[in-house]
Structure formats: C-alpha cells, structure tokens
C-alpha cells in the first residue's frame, strides 16, 4: 500500500525516500520532505472559481511539484465538469499525477477521470464503523486521531478493507497549523504511525 501523507501529518525526517509515499505539502515553497510532493488545492467542495484553482494550478507546476492533491472535493454529479476540466489542464500542465480527496465514495463519473480517489477521510472512531459503500479496491484512506497501541490494527483493516494507498495516524487535522510549520502535527506522531 502506497503511503499519503496529509499535510497534517508530515513524515519523519528519518523516514528514507522511496517511490510508494507521497507528501501533500500545504502551500508552493520551501520543501519540507525529500519524498515525492503533490501540491495541495482546496476545491472548496466546489465553490472555488475555476480560474482560482488554475491559478494554484500554475503555482504548483511552478514549485515543481509531482502531482496534485485535490482537496474538498465535490462528490457529486454536479461537481464532475469543473474537476475534469482541472484534471485535464493539471496533465496539460505536466502535473500526471492527482489525488482527488472528497473524503466519501463519489459519483461513478470521477472514476472515469483516471485519477486516485480518497473515499474516506476522517477519525479513527468512523472509519471502524464505517461500511465501505461505494468504495473499489485502491482507493485511499486517511485515517486520524488513532490511538498509538492501535496503529497497527488500523493499518491492518485499511489493508483488509482494500486502501491502495492512505495513512493511519495518530495526529489530526486539528493540531494547530503553528506546531508544525504550516502543517499541523509532528514527525515524531508520524513516525510511530508507521505508515
């Protein structure tokens, strides 16, 4: 399973670069990982103007970065145009490689946008209850605020549910941005996370 790391949750420094874990990194600048960087836009679950979110687009490309994570995405039908045509400028762009992140199962019509799709993204206490509706084998699952003993159990029912990429964590999207530089969360929370 390919690892995501979010931009609350940054790897630890002593984690070696390897081509299966990719770093969203909040905003275009210094880089803070050695690993593989996808460039984060907030779609504002769709109500972000097109021409905004090309412009990040461009910063993006600009930064060098390898790929896009596409966040707060529309799941919907209504939201499929927009994010197509982002999709298609981001590859005219150089930017192959895109993760949309609606957090839930989408519409089918995103499946045929030939991107990775995040269909679930939330805490611990859900994704343990959660049914898996909707979800295909190789989606991703970013899962936070997991206890540390129960890290590994995480991981292993990411695994049996068919996550093909994601992260266990126990950090949260709700950690001060400050603590960690602009990206919430610490290496060290990351770094027993294992993931």
Known sequence: MKTLFPPYAQPSPE??????????????GRRRSAHRVLGRIDLD?????LADVLADVDEWRKDGAEGLF???????????GPVALTVRLAARRGLHRIVLNPGVPTHPLYRELGVRICTFDGPWSAYQGWDG????PGDGHLVHGVPTELLTAA?????????????ATDTGPYVSAAAGGGAAGTAGSCRRSGS
């Open 15 to 28: 984690l070696a670069p390897d081509r299966d874990t990719w770093v969203v990194q909040e905003r275009p």
């Open 45 to 49: 679950w769709g109500g972000r103007s």
């Open 70 to 80: 596409l966040d707060r995405a529309p799941a919907g039908s209504g939201g499929v």
């Open 133 to 136: 509706d909707g979800v295909r």
């Open 155 to 167: 991981r292993r029912l990411m695994g049996r549910r068919g996550a093909g990429f994601g992260l």
